[in-house]
Nanobody, 126 residues
C-alpha cells in the first residue's frame, strides 16, 4: 500500500524559503515521485518530479527557484524514502496546498500520478 505523508508547510514572506518533506513508502522503484499544488479556485498543477535514478523535471513557473531531491531508499523494490522540495525566492503566487504524489504502477508499467498525500499548506505573503 502506497503511503505519502507531507510535512514542512507554513507561512513565509515573499522572497523567503521553505522545505517540504514527504515520507513515501510502498511505491514501485520503477516509478516517479513528484510534487503537485492546488491554489484556491484553481486546478491541481504539476510542480516537479524525480525518478529513482535522479532525473528531474520542473514546471516552468518554478524552474531555478525550486529543487526536488530524495533521500536514500531503504529497500530496493518497494521503496521507503523521503522526498523533498526546497523552495527559494517564494512568490505570492506560490501559495497553494502542496501534494506529494507517486506514479501508479499497472502490470509493471508506470502510469500517471495516481497516489496522493493529504497535502500541506504553503502561504506566501507580500
Amino acid at each position: 500500500q502506497v503511503q505519502l505523508v507531507e510535512s514542512g508547510g507554513g507561512s513565509v514572506q515573499a522572497g523567503g524559503s521553505l522545505k517540504l518533506s514527504c515520507a513515501a513508502s510502498g511505491y514501485s522503484s520503477r516509478c516517479r515521485l513528484g510534487w503537485y499544488r492546488q491554489a484556491p479556485g484553481k486546478e491541481r498543477e504539476f510542480v516537479s518530479s524525480i525518478s529513482s535514478d535522479g532525473r528531474t523535471t520542473y514546471a516552468d513557473s518554478v524552474k531555478g527557484r525550486f529543487t526536488i531531491s530524495q533521500g536514500r531508499p531503504k529497500n530496493l523494490l518497494y521503496l521507503q524514502n523521503t522526498l523533498y522540495l526546497q523552495m527559494n525566492s517564494l512568490k505570492t503566487e506560490d501559495t497553494a496546498v502542496y501534494y506529494c504524489a507517486a506514479e501508479r504502477e499497472v502490470f509493471q508499467l508506470c502510469g500517471s500520478f495516481g497516489h496522493w498525500g493529504q497535502g500541506t499548506q504553503v502561504t506566501v505573503s507580500s
